[in-house]
């Protein structure tokens, strides 16, 4: 009897571990599920929210400084101007996309337009892939839609008068010295400047803004501060072949040039085609032929053309160190991404430090 009793302990008690070990199983199945429904959950959450109301993005080069910093790192936003449904079918959080599908897409409403002088986020626009998978580039937005751009001597005119200054835009100086005095590197850029080489003995070229140029300019040692100006029969090399002017392309030199806006009916010439040739073909999908001085476009011989959408003509803050609109032309609306909102993190790369004085700053216009 002893025995069998001792048996069915035996029994009682492997039942009793078996259950507790389905339990511990169950238990850890459930927190398994609940974690993997939380990372679900954020996932989806994070790409609805990056796809449709913010998006993180890196200053990778100088063409903004110094308003934003390379190792800038930004909050877009892309409800100010309304974000785009999906363009492309992709991996998530990757640029890896499917080749030759395109969805069909809309713009959702936002806060406002593009105005004048918004520092905003966009598509490259004469990448090939399709737009979303473009490079993204940040410049502000100096010509909205019906202005008149106009570069004269490396200074940009809107609608005739000189384009609004801001703190942080800089421009290449010349700076003069007296006879056998030479310009300290260390205290220029003590001065906020930055020295990048001489112009001829006695003369040196500075990129700063228009502030440290008024305070170098009262140094003793420093007889002339003047804006820097390529000639005007300067040719600069453009390796896409885009130019504002026919026969030349020089960013210190531009004609006034309407920025495009949709409805606006341009009468298109030899002399001219070449400003919206990426607009008509590239960016509204159109087919065009050039038969001596006629156009046939979509089958149609005719010299003119009804703009389909609004550009803006785009340029980055550091002037003379920016691949921007008078380089490669107008901005279409579709490949506007959003607006840029706020310096969440900032990494000086030189120093290897963070930037601690510009972290969280919202950034303004």
Same mark, same amino acid.
Do not use: C
């Given at each position: 009897?002893?025995?069998?009793?001792?048996?069915?302990?035996?029994?009682?008690?492997?039942?009793?571990?078996?259950?507790?070990?389905?339990?511990?199983?169950?238990?850890?199945?459930?927190?398994?599920?609940?974690?993997?429904?939380?990372?679900?959950?954020?996932?989806?959450?994070?790409?609805?929210?990056?796809?449709?109301?913010?998006?993180?993005?890196?200053?990778?080069?100088?063409?903004?400084?110094?308003?934003?910093?390379?190792?800038?790192?930004?909050?877009?936003? @892309?409800? =100010? #101007?309304?974000? *785009?449904?999906?363009? /492309?079918? +992709?991996?998530?959080? &990757?640029?890896?996309?499917?080749?030759?599908?395109?969805?069909?897409?809309?713009?959702?409403?936002?806060?406002?337009?593009?105005?004048?002088?918004?520092?905003?986020?966009?598509?490259?626009?004469?990448?090939?892939?399709?737009?979303?998978? @473009?490079? =993204? #580039?940040?410049? *502000?937005?100096?010509? /909205?839609? +019906?202005?008149?751009? &106009?570069?004269?001597?490396?200074?940009?005119?809107?609608?005739?008068?000189?384009?609004?200054?801001?703190?942080?835009?800089?421009?290449?100086?010349?700076?003069?010295?007296?006879?056998?005095?030479?310009?300290?590197?260390?205290?220029?850029?003590?001065?906020?400047?930055?020295?990048?080489?001489?112009?001829?003995? +006695?003369?040196?070229?500075?990129?700063?803004?228009?502030?440290?140029?008024?305070?170098?300019?009262?140094?003793?040692?420093?007889?002339?501060?003047?804006?820097?100006?390529?000639?005007?029969?300067?040719?600069?090399?453009?390796?896409?072949?885009?130019?504002?002017?026919?026969?030349?392309?020089?960013?210190?030199?531009?004609?006034?040039?309407?920025?495009?806006?949709?409805?606006?009916?341009?009468?298109?010439?030899?002399?001219?085609?070449?400003?919206?040739?990426?607009?008509?073909?590239?960016?509204?999908?159109?087919?065009?032929?050039?038969?001596?001085?006629?156009?046939?476009?979509?089958?149609?011989?005719?010299?003119?053309?009804?703009?389909?959408?609004?550009?803006?003509?785009?340029?980055?803050?550091?002037?003379?160190?920016?691949?921007?609109?008078?380089?490669?032309?107008?901005?279409?609306?579709?490949?506007?991404?959003?607006?840029?909102?706020?310096?969440?993190?900032?990494?000086?790369?030189?120093?290897?430090?963070?930037?601690?004085?510009?972290?969280?700053?919202?950034?303004?216009?």
């Amino acid at each position: 009897m002893a025995d069998q009793l001792s048996k069915e302990e035996r029994e009682e008690r492997r039942s009793r571990r078996n259950r507790r070990k389905g339990k511990e199983n169950e238990e850890a199945k459930s927190w398994l599920r609940e974690w993997m429904d939380a990372l679900l959950f954020a996932a989806v959450a994070a790409i609805i929210i990056r796809a449709l109301l913010f998006e993180a993005y890196r200053i990778p080069t100088p063409s903004m400084e110094k308003t934003l910093l390379t190792g800038d790192f930004l909050i877009v936003s @892309k409800i =100010s #101007y309304g974000a *785009r449904t999906p363009m /492309v079918v +992709g991996v998530p959080f &990757t640029n890896i996309y499917m080749p030759g599908v395109v969805l069909p897409w809309s713009r959702l409403p936002g806060l406002s337009e593009v105005e004048r002088n918004d520092i905003v986020v966009f598509n490259y626009p004469i990448d090939l892939d399709p737009t979303a998978a @473009k490079t =993204s #580039y940040i410049k *502000r937005a100096v010509g /909205v839609p +019906g202005d008149t751009v &106009t570069v004269d001597d490396a200074e940009l005119f809107i609608n005739s008068d000189r384009a609004k200054s801001f703190e942080g835009i800089q421009q290449t100086y010349v700076v003069t010295v007296r006879d056998r005095v030479r310009l300290s590197p260390a205290k220029v850029e003590a001065a906020g400047g930055r020295l990048i080489g001489s112009q001829n003995q +006695g003369s040196y070229r500075v990129t700063m803004t228009e502030d440290v140029a008024e305070k170098i300019s009262n140094w003793p040692e420093v007889n002339n501060v003047e804006l820097f100006v390529l000639p005007e029969d300067f040719n600069e090399f453009n390796r896409r072949d885009f130019s504002f002017s026919s026969g030349f392309n020089n960013h210190h030199h531009i004609p006034p040039v309407v920025v495009p806006f949709e409805g606006q009916t341009v009468t298109l010439t030899p002399d001219n085609y070449h400003i919206y040739e990426n607009i008509i073909t590239r960016y509204e999908g159109n087919n065009v032929e050039r038969n001596g001085n006629q156009f046939v476009i979509n089958g149609e011989t005719t010299n003119e053309y009804t703009i389909k959408q609004d550009y803006y003509f785009m340029m980055g803050d550091n002037r003379d160190d920016s691949e921007d609109s008078r380089f490669w032309g107008f901005v279409p609306q579709t490949h506007i991404v959003g607006k840029a909102g706020m310096i969440y993190f900032s990494w000086d790369n030189e120093r290897m430090l963070p930037r601690f004085g510009r972290i969280l700053n919202f950034i303004h216009d």
